[in-house]
């Protein structure tokens, strides 16, 4: 009797996957709606009666009830973080982007695919033996949220992928979004029960996919594209998969496993490549969906491995966005911004005006330069421009419709907050020297062109650079901090809670209740976010601590090579400036930075509050190749050096050009030169060629 039931069971749920792989993502329905709800109201009863036959992948779990206490963290695959693109916003810089590739490939013909860039919240959704395991969203790239629960809600989600060899544990990325149709009907609902009306389809769908309760999010038809592939090994090391070796040929298996794949196009050429923008350029507001550009990708797995990724993206990919939308208002006033470095960044008041779904009431004007160059005045119409997450910034000028009342906009000379002097760097220091009793001027070039341009508050002890360094301390991608933004570092700078970073970590519940919009479980919720950050280790920190030139990837080569805190802070600048990796601003920087009493004790008060101030050593075991050494010597017939190089640092590895005693193995191909016997003197591990092939993971 059991076995017929399950068998029952399961020739319905094929049954049912069928038909909803056909409605929702080949738009080919076979039967009516009522005939598909029968079908399910079947399963359902049937699983209700034996409760010991309902499977993860059933069809059943789609219709949410589940309620999560709170989104837990994430961490995606430490060997494939969620990266973001690169933009390009005109054919020159895709031209620019073309060129790089060709140059670094040494290649002129290759293959590009181009697809559409949904306009939604990135996903990633790992599946173990074909079952639907886990799903995150992108966070930060590194550590993302998990919504498995409502991403099982979705219809063009497969719970089930069909076993396929070689598929055994496989990841595949995508954008979660909304229809325009399902966008307009929900507003039109809200609209009727007076509720506020969501701004744009994608702020909606991302509210959604992010609700506790997924019975909630199963009532709104949220819809999910996927435009990546990774195929991994048990412990998340990625294989490849032979079937699969380019973009295209992925999306090829991902539709023939069910998944909804966006429109792809193989193109041959650049000039291929343009001809699909221009097209989708002309009909992109007829789609059902909104796009707010076109991914170009590098076809072929070999070719994207041998250009690599900087720490933000890769390098064989590029999102082209379009023309951003556009409006005209009035510029009320323009004020001056201080900075967490004391930056003053002229901002535009404007008079409200909706662009993209959003109203945009402030523009940025980078800096004294470009409101000269523009010919900004307070009065003037102006055109303003929004992209995607870009902040508003004022095109141009409408001119004609100057009265002569504009006023002309000037810097001023003292901070707005603190009244200490504002500077703007020299753009030469000259200095003299005397030879022969000839006096000499020598001029030097101290600061970039774009450092130039920007005025500073000269007093490091501004409030508004401490209120700034304060947020930046807690964001996203520094410590990380949940709850602790602007609106709560303001109070509790106003309150005189806090008077630096380290101070977050000395609140108590009682010291947070009573600030306007916390009661107690809010403040639990903030002591309990500030104590978990504590542990995000050195890379975060050096982030957060807003040294100047100090970007996330600086600190994070700043972690891996000094490991603590402690020894970056003794190390001479002399010493800094011979590390290649960072340069001797960065060095001067950094040196300038720890020799300032006020910030060795803020270090001091963040060690006291239990922070730890070294690096966090990541897994191995996903890395095989993590810190050895390889020099590689003689041809190899498998492969370019250039490609082998490329395996080596894939997978965690570094190549020299010289043999040392740090050398850790030798590749040797045919016609091996002297570093042979130089390997053979230091007694460095010598590599055939089949055996380098062997130690790499299995492709």
């Known amino acids: 009797m059991a076995n017929s039931t399950t068998r029952q069971l399961e020739r319905l749920r094929d049954k049912i996957r069928r038909h909803e792989r ?47 206490i709170k989104l837990a963290p994430v961490t995606h695959n430490p060997n494939a973080p969620m990266l973001s693109l690169d933009n390009t916003y005109n054919i020159e810089e895709l031209e620019k982007f073309h060129e790089r590739v060709a140059k670094n490939l040494g290649e002129e013909t290759f293959e590009y695919t181009v697809e559409q860039k949904i306009d939604g919240l990135g996903v990633s959704l790992v599946y173990e033996d074909g079952i639907f395991a886990q799903g995150a969203t992108r966070g930060d790239g590194i550590v993302g949220e998990d919504v498995t629960l409502n991403l099982k809600t979705i219809r063009s989600v497969p719970l089930k992928a069909p076993k396929t060899a070689g598929l055994e544990r496989f990841e595949v990325r995508g954008e979660v979004y909304l229809s325009r149709k399902a966008f307009a009907a929900i507003n039109a609902r809200r609209a009727k029960e007076g509720q506020p009306l969501f701004a744009n389809p994608r702020n909606c769908a991302a509210g959604s996919l992010r609700l506790l309760d997924s019975s909630i999010t199963a009532k709104i038809p949220l819809a999910m594209f996927v435009y990546n592939l990774i195929v991994t090994d048990k412990i998340g090391r990625p294989t490849g998969y032979a079937k699969a070796s380019s973009q295209y040929e992925s999306m090829e298996l991902l539709k023939s496993l069910g998944f909804h794949v966006p429109y792809i196009q193989l193109c041959h050429s650049l000039e291929e490549v343009k001809k699909v923008i221009a097209d989708f350029e002309a009909q992109k507001e007829n789609l059902p969906y909104e796009i707010d550009g076109i991914v170009i990708k ?15 993206f890769p390098r064989w990919a590029v999102a082209y966005k379009y023309s951003a939308k556009q409006a005209t208002t009035v510029v009320r006033d323009i004020v001056a911004q201080v900075g967490r470095t004391g930056a003053i960044t002229p901002v535009a008041i404007l008079e409200p005006v909706e662009i993209s779904g959003s109203t945009v009431s402030r523009a940025t004007l980078h800096n004294e330069d470009e409101i000269k160059r523009k010919d900004i005045r307070i009065g003037d119409t102006v055109f303003v421009e929004k992209a995607g997450e870009i902040i508003p910034r004022v095109v141009k000028v409408v001119t004609t419709k100057r009265s002569g009342k504009e006023k002309v906009f000037l810097m001023p000379k003292i901070c707005p907050v603190c009244g200490a002097n504002i500077v703007r760097p020299a753009k030469e220091t000259v200095t003299y020297t005397k030879n022969k009793g000839k006096v000499r001027a020598i001029k030097s070039k101290d600061v970039s062109p774009e450092e130039e341009k920007v005025a500073r508050c000269e007093n490091a002890a501004c409030p508004a650079q401490a209120r700034g360094r304060l947020i930046h301390f807690a964001s996203r991608n520094a410590m990380n901090i949940e709850h602790v933004g602007p609106a709560l570092v303001d109070q509790l700078l106003d309150k005189e809670l806090i008077h630096d970073a380290a101070d977050l970590f000395t609140l108590s519940i009682n010291d947070l209740i009573g600030l306007e919009k916390i009661k107690e479980k809010s403040a639990k919720n903030i002591v309990k976010a500030i104590e978990e950050s504590k542990n995000r280790g050195l890379e975060r920190l050096l982030f957060a601590l807003g040294i100047r030139y100090v970007g996330e990837k600086t600190a994070k080569f700043l972690a891996e090579k000094y490991k603590s805190i402690d020894k970056i802070i003794k190390e001479p600048e002399s010493e800094l400036k011979e590390v290649h990796e960072i340069g001797p601003r960065v060095a001067e920087s950094v040196a300038s930075f720890f020799a300032q009493k006020e910030n060795i004790a803020l270090i001091g008060k963040l060690k006291d509050a239990g922070v730890l101030t070294k690096a966090i050593i990541r897994a191995a075991q996903f890395r095989p190749f993590a810190g050895k050494v390889f020099v590689l010597t003689g041809t190899m017939a498998s492969m370019k050096r250039k490609e082998a190089k490329s395996e080596i640092e894939f997978y965690g590895g570094k190549t020299t050009l010289s043999v040392t005693t740090k050398t850790d193995y030798l590749v040797a191909g045919s016609k091996p030169g002297s570093k042979l016997a130089k390997a053979k003197k230091y007694e460095v591990k010598i590599l055939s060629e089949k055996e380098f092939l062997e130690l790499l993971p299995e492709k």
């Open 298 to 312: 590098v076809n072929s797995y070999q070719r994207q491995r041998l250009l690599g990724f900087t720490s933000k």
């Open 22 to 68: 056909l409605y929702y993502v080949e738009d080919n329905p076979e039967v009516s709606d009522s005939e598909f709800d029968a079908l399910m109201c079947e399963l359902i009863e049937l699983e209700k009666s034996n409760p010991g036959l309902v499977t993860k992948d059933s069809p059943s779990q789609r219709v949410g009830g589940a309620v999560a």
